[in-house]
């Protein structure tokens, strides 16, 4: 490992983007599945293609410098199926 001050220091903000990354994504799981409950208890389907393409459509307008749009699509969209795949195992699935 190499001793350079400089890519120390990038590595420890990588650590924490990493961390924040972490938080974010667990702090939507839960909110997918409270969403998931409540529309479970309106009798709504859970997947709304709709909600998730409007969803997409948005984030992926200006996606900024570093990742491109097919990049950010292709994560987006296995977030997306991760999180139904969530609510499925713990029973917040219609």
Do not use: W
Not at 70 to 83: G, S
Request: glycine residues 6%; hydrophobic residues 45%; positive net charge.
């Amino acid at each position: 490992m190499s001793d350079d001050a400089e890519l120390r220091a990038m590595r420890a903000e990588m650590d924490v983007v990493n961390r924040d990354l972490c938080d974010a994504l667990q702090r939507r799981a839960r909110l997918v599945q409270k969403i998931a409950r409540h529309k479970r208890a309106l009798g709504l389907p859970m997947i709304d293609t709709a909600r998730e393409r409007s969803m997409l459509d948005g984030l992926l307008q200006a996606p900024g410098e570093g990742f491109g749009h097919d990049e950010l699509a292709r994560v987006f969209t296995q977030l997306l199926a991760c999180y139904r795949d969530l609510c499925v195992r713990t029973g917040n699935a219609l």
